[in-house]
């Protein structure tokens, strides 16, 4: 199998377990008879695995191979699953869970790096558009098997399985994913440690860029329908709907401007994508209504992937590894924490407060391109 096929469907099967939890809370809470607030275990758990493997990911890619990373955190991610679908006591649960963060991060690391040294900037936006396809299906299959009569544990066991399979194609291609990389790691020099690579300004400055970038989609697509309902008067529908149309535009979004991305230049895309999204999120501000979310959701869709794949060009092979690590790190913080923040705001206040990261967002972005320190 290819190792770009390969690639696109681990994005895939990334996405798969992400909207799980939320997905079957419902039914999943009435048989272990647990609070709502549980669930926020579940999450916080898999969002600190995903943290911590993050951050580690430049030395386990340095010990085992890029490889042998892939193999090893997909059948965690794989067990992780399985585990679920035993229905085990709810603190096992929330270890399973701990377990596949800590594989998801990895993986997520590990594909990124190796991707943004690899392939063009193109595929990486194609690949995480991948991943909206994974996160979509996987709530769409539990669906699926809830209404035929299945409990939630089959549409847990239907994704383990997925994962290992996909775990069993890395270990059968993992040789394929270390060729070539002594050559490259000869000619890049000795690998940065961590220390080094966080004493770069704008080693710093991408993993702030990226946790801006995940706490404003993140926020956005989180209070997007609260703000409309409960503090713009909108119908719960149109609330549900605007948020739908927020998250249906990224994958679009990536796989469109995945066609233009090396036509136009990486770097040339993300400076034409700053104007529309501080304007979208401005029209949001402004009460103007869901087509100005779409036009910020269409604008942050290359972000991150293109910023990615620049990583190794912009900090260099010897610092890639960590960088890419610690900036999948910065993107879970920022999505985790920053929409939290955001709640302790008065309501009419969010908009505002999410144009206020846009204009964070760009202004860091175009110091970043132009190769200009920050401050």
Known sequence: MPL????????????????????????????????????????AATSTGTFTASLLAGRLIAALGIGGVLAASVAATAAAALGFALAPPFPVLVLLALLGGCGGG?????????????????????????W??????????????????????????????????????????????QAGEE??????????????VLRLPL?????????????LEAGTGQWAATVLVESRGASAETGSAATALFWASLAP?????????DRLGADRLLRAVLPPMLLGSAGFALG???????????????????????????????AAAHAVGFQVAAATFGAGVLPALLGLAPLAAVPWLLLGLAVALAFLLWRILDGRPAG
Do not use: K, S
């Not at 994704?159 to 994913?177: D, E, H, I, P, Q």
């Not at 103007?288 to 060009?313: D, E, I, N």
């Open 183 to 196: 050559e490259e790691a000869a000619a890049a020099g000795p690998r940065l440690t961590a220390l080094a």
């Open 132 to 177: 909206g396809l994974g996160a979509t299906l996987g709530p769409a299959m539990a669906t699926a098997l809830l209404a035929a009569g299945f409990p939630w544990r089959a549409a847990w066991g239907a994704v383990g399985l997925v994962l290992a399979a996909l775990a069993l194609g890395f270990l059968a291609t993992r040789g394929r994913w």
């Open 106 to 130: 990895a993986v997520d690391a590990a594909l990124n790096a190796f991707a943004a040294a690899r392939f063009a900037p193109r595929h990486l936006n194609w690949m995480h558009a991948c």
């Open 253 to 261: 979004g990536r796989i469109l401007l995945g066609f233009v991305v």
């Open 288 to 318: 103007l209504g869901a087509p100005f979310l779409a036009l910020l959701a269409v604008a942050l869709a290359p972000l991150y992937p293109t910023l990615m794949a620049r990583t190794p060009a912009r900090l260099g092979a010897a």
């Open 203 to 215: 080693a710093r400055r991408q993993i702030a860029a990226f946790a801006l970038y995940c706490g």
């Open 4 to 43: 770009l096929l390969l690639a696109y469907l681990a994005f895939i099967g990334l996405g798969l377990p992400d909207t799980m939890p939320g997905a079957l809370w419902p039914v999943l809470r009435a048989d272990y008879a647990a609070p709502h607030a549980a669930l926020g275990l579940l999450l």
